[in-house]
């Protein structure tokens, strides 16, 4: 209180809001006061908006904006406490998660007595009147998951094709397990079917499998099960990746390594007229990538002048890049030296081991010249990257996709 008897309220309250104030008097030197009795109210936290708008259904991140917020305020959403962050008195972001599409309730309630609480604001979730049929829901299901149940179909219907993606996107991973010693690959086949049925992560499992039916590895030649759990992590992480990241990962697996003979694949020896093998060469272009023939971008194959269609590559291109696949062995166990001998293991990505590698110039797709002179690790990420920015890698593996 100032010498004309103004008294000024703290800008921030504490747990006593009421408040006793004396006021001596000045003309008998302060000998004689008079108490007045107050009680401080604070200034109601104002929300005006609340963005995302609509918020997505599932998992979210909000900013509120408004005024009057002071530094411990609470988003309350659906009548929940959200944890909030104090950014300024106009500002404050939370983070919750929905469970269905609808309009919900928000406020802001600032710290102290009282706990003043502002307006309420009604904020979308999910897309209102999607307009999803229970057959169009169906259908979709179909596609994007292992099948449509009388949960999924409604919850469709309710937040929207584009809110069933984004949940997808960001639901937890079903991985697989790493197999104990003693299993075999009767456990790797339940944990598919496990994902498949029950994982919340269908997008992402329906996906892995796709791929899983275009990069092909079979038991028929390995044994051991920890070679297909390691590949169908590898495959579910990727899902909704790039594709020269997947490439790059199907290429370096030690799983495929072994199928398709690229781990111990090594550089050409004049004396004993040994040649790189071309196995995994050939099916990372027929069969992984740009397919046999040049094709449009609608996926029509192109054809010359006498309606014969124009190979994308020849047996040169495919000497190119099994020279390319050379020098690559098995991960190394912990506590065992690295070689390019190393035994069958399949807990991480394979290695490069240069001295096995073939240092020669190679022939890529498009008539492109690899220069010699390439470490193991160098020639093989620019022959991804030759295979990556093929114009058929879209319509081919758009078509394998569907």
């Given amino acids: 209180m100032n010498s004309t008897g103004f008294y000024t309220a703290p800008g921030v309250l504490g747990n006593v809001p009421n408040l006793t104030i004396n006021a001596p008097s000045v003309l008998d030197s302060q ?83 009282g706990s003043p609480t502002s307006n309420t604001l009604q904020v979308q979730v999910g897309s209102p009147n999607t307009g999803v049929t229970a057959a169009a829901a169906a259908r979709f299901l179909e596609q994007s998951t292992f099948g449509p149940t009388t949960t999924s179909i409604p919850h469709v219907q309710q937040v929207g094709l584009q809110a069933f993606l984004n949940e997808q ?15 075999n690959m009767d456990v790797v086949k339940q944990r598919f079917f496990t994902n498949a049925l029950t994982g919340q992560d269908q997008l992402r499992q329906r996906v892995a499998w796709a791929l899983a039916q275009i990069f092909v590895v079979s038991n028929q030649k390995i044994g051991d099960p920890s070679a297909f759990t390691s590949w169908m992590n590898m ?25 398709l003979d690229m781990v111990r694949n090594d550089k050409p020896d004049p004396t004993s007229g040994r040649e790189p093998n071309e196995n995994y060469a050939r099916e990372i272009l027929q ?32 000497i190119g890049f099994a020279h390319v696949f050379t020098g690559w062995a098995y991960p190394t166990k912990a506590g065992q030296t690295a070689s390019f001998y190393n035994g069958e293991y399949y807990g991480g990505p394979m290695i490069p081991f240069d001295a096995h590698h073939d240092p020669g110039d190679k022939l890529l797709l498009n008539g492109v010249t690899l220069p010699g002179g390439g470490t193991t690790q160098s020639d093989l990420t620019a022959a991804l990257q030759n295979i990556a920015g093929h114009p058929n890698v879209g319509p081919f593996l758009s078509k394998q996709l569907i």
């Fill in 31 to 113: 000998s004689s006061n008079a108490p007045a009795y107050v009680s401080l109210l604070s200034n109601l936290p104002v929300v005006t908006s609340a963005l995302p708008a609509p918020l997505p259904v599932g998992s979210f991140t909000i900013a509120v904006g408004g005024s009057n917020f002071l530094n411990g305020a609470q988003i309350i959403f659906a009548g929940t406490m959200l944890p909030t962050t104090f950014i300024s008195s106009t500002s404050l972001s939370a983070t919750g998660t929905s469970a269905a599409a609808g309009t919900v309730a928000l406020q802001v309630i600032n710290p102290g007595t």
């Fill in 169 to 183: 996107y960001s639901a937890p991973t079903s991985t697989y397990p790493a197999p104990g010693v003693n299993d």
């Fill in 235 to 259: 495959l579910q992480k990727d899902a909704f990746g790039n594709f020269s990241t997947l490439l790059n990962d199907v290429t370096l697996s030690p799983t495929m390594g072994h199928y």
């Fill in 287 to 318: 069969l992984f990538s740009i397919g046999l023939s040049q094709l449009n971008p609608d996926g029509t194959v192109q054809v010359d002048g006498n309606g014969i269609p124009i190979p994308t590559y020849t047996q040169d291109t495919i």
